[in-house]
């Protein structure tokens, strides 16, 4: 029997080799003989082919070949605040040859106030009905290669900061995966929304159905303090119980589609048997003690860890 989740019997970290149109492209580009908008052009070209391969030979997770980086991780770790991709005096020896001479270093404060590759995933998920897939390096791979001298010590004199602004900006950088994630499914339910009216409670009950069109099994029902929205089942579970970004991303979406602040109870990844988010009556929200306002099970995360050297690969499912 098939898997319909990950991890799937088949499965590669995402790299493939570059179509020569491709290498002609970006070759031309450093030549200064085409704009970025005519690179970007070859580039989703390709990328949408390379998706169709995949899909025909029955990957169930799909990637867009990295055809837009050079890099399967510095060009993740250059786009963070903070860091830059600098010329060092020889690249890497790998599988017989070596690579290009450049190479990580923190030249600021490490943060993540946006990143490239969010962009690349949406273009990803919208042309693929399989799970797309998109990998990133472990934090590690900023330091351990080069080590201490390419991190600046006026910046970082205490690694100690180092390790916790490096952890906070992945989080962010998950966080904003998730969330894009979740864009596409709040523009469908939003959709199918369209004559719920402004109550609250009648646009839980509406974006339950919607959910429930999603496989989510949702249901919606009354409460004497406001509406209970209840997902029964969650197609990305096993994503979530490792990244509660993604249960975060979720309950921002159900905020803006029922249109006020919903308090989250209990959800599938953390362990309970129902997803269930509290949705107040107009007017009691503001007047409702802050102490209710707290979920019965608050997300926690696990500190990322910055000590090991695998790659950390962001799948979903819907």
């Keep these: 029997m098939q898997r319909s989740i990950p991890p799937f ?29 005519e690179l970007k052009a ?16 029955g990957l169930k997770a799909v990637t867009d070949g990295e055809f837009r980086r050079a890099w399967w991780h510095f060009d993740f770790l250059a786009g963070l605040d903070g860091v830059e991709l600098v010329h060092i005096d020889h690249g890497i020896q790998f599988a017989g040859v070596q690579t290009k001479s450049d190479a990580p270093r923190v030249m600021g404060k490490i943060g993540f106030s946006g990143h490239p590759m969010i962009e690349h995933f949406r273009f990803l998920k919208e042309n693929t009905r399989r799970v797309p897939k998109m990998t990133i390096p472990s934090p590690s791979m900023l330091h351990y290669r080069s080590g201490r001298k390419m991190i600046n010590m006026g910046v970082y004199p205490d690694m100690a900061d180092f390790y916790r602004d490096l952890g906070e900006a992945y989080s962010g950088a998950v966080g904003a995966f998730a969330a894009s994630q979740v864009s596409a499914l709040e523009d469908r339910c939003r959709a199918a929304m369209s004559e719920a009216g402004d109550d609250p409670i009648a646009r839980a009950e509406a974006l339950a159905e919607a959910l429930t069109a999603e496989g989510y099994a949702a249901n919606a029902t009354a409460i004497a303090s406001g509406g209970q929205l209840c997902q029964h089942h969650c197609p990305v579970a096993h994503v979530a119980a490792e990244f509660p970004q993604l249960c975060d991303a979720e309950t921002e979406v159900i905020s803006r589609l029922v249109g006020t602040h919903v308090q989250r109870l209990a959800t599938i990844a953390h362990g309970d048997g129902v997803c269930t988010t509290h949705i107040p009556a107009p007017g009691l929200w503001s007047s409702a003690p802050f102490a209710m306002r707290k979920p019965l099970h608050p997300t926690t995360r696990p500190p990322l860890r910055t000590g090991s050297t695998t790659a950390t690969t962001v799948r979903t499912d819907r």
Excluded at 12 to 37: C, F, H, N, W, Y
Excluded at 42 to 56: A, F, L, P
């Design 9 to 37: 019997r088949a499965d590669m970290v995402g790299s493939l080799l570059r179509t020569q149109p491709l290498k002609e492209a970006r070759e031309k580009r450093a030549k200064g003989e085409i704009t970025p908008d």
């Design 42 to 57: 070859v580039e989703d070209r390709e990328i949408r082919g390379i998706i169709r391969k995949q899909e025909e030979i």
